[in-house]
């Protein structure tokens, strides 16, 4: 274990009531995060599968959703058009 790393929070400190890494773990975070993804994307590529089929399923949901709200405001609107339409000609009549 790194020098650094050997002091009694083992390279963590406190700030307010979380636990961060100090600079130095930070650093060695920053450096070995993408070898230890690379070798799980590698040893576990159906996982990773899953991962995307389910992000996929979530995004066309999301956009059906967003697109029979747009429809269900569409049909409002044109809806309140129309008794506003109405209205105006009823108006017209009695006038």
Not at 36 to 61: A, F
Not at 68 to 91: D, E, F, T
Request: net charge positive.
């Amino acid at each position: 274990m790194s020098e650094i790393l050997q002091d009694k929070l083992l390279g963590l400190v406190l700030k307010g009531y979380n636990i961060i890494p100090n600079g130095s773990l930070a650093t060695k975070i920053g450096i070995y995060t993408p070898m230890i993804l690379e070798t799980i994307l590698q040893e576990h590529p159906e996982e990773i599968d899953k991962w995307l089929q389910k992000l996929h399923r979530k995004s066309i949901h999301q956009k059906n959703y967003a697109f029979s709200r747009m429809i269900l405001l569409r049909a409002s609107i044109l809806k309140s058009m129309n008794i506003l339409k109405r209205a105006l000609r009823v108006g017209k009549k009695e006038a």
